[in-house]
């Protein structure tokens, strides 16, 4: 079983940056991509970022284009979310997920989920 753990989250002003951590515990889980989901109240879970293991390609949803980076340092097990220029509509729990395969912008690609961290940005 792979644990993914979050943090970083916190409570920031329009304009702001914050960068997202996620660890997983596992090292000899071989997964081919880390991505990050987000999901707002009333809404549902939206696709924000993903970058596979090995080689680093990344992608990104439409709304965080430009302004999010997706990252990861594979000696450490960690993928990293930096989000700049935020705004209120960057409100969400963003969830780090773990995946092996499959359409990368697709949560049900995801097998292994984190907790969650709140990011509230304030206008």
């Known amino acids: 079983q792979v644990h993914l753990v979050e943090s970083g989250g916190g409570l920031v002003q329009a304009g702001d940056s914050l960068r997202l951590s996620c660890a997983a515990s596992?090292?000899?889980?071989?997964?081919?991509?880390m991505g990050w989901f987000r999901q707002a109240p009333g809404k549902e879970r939206e696709f924000v970022a993903t970058?596979?293991?090995?080689?680093?390609?990344?992608w990104y949803g439409d709304s965080v284009k430009g302004r999010f980076t997706i990252s990861r340092v594979k000696a450490g097990n960690t993928a990293y979310l930096q989000m700049n220029r935020l705004t209120p509509e960057d409100t969400a729990v963003y969830y780090c997920a773990a995946s092996s395969g499959g359409y990368l912008q697709d949560s049900s690609s995801y097998a292994y989920w984190g907790q969650g961290t709140q990011v509230t940005v304030s206008s």
């Open positions: 596992e090292r000899s889980f071989s997964y081919y991509a």
């Open positions: 970058i596979t293991w090995t080689v680093g390609s990344t």
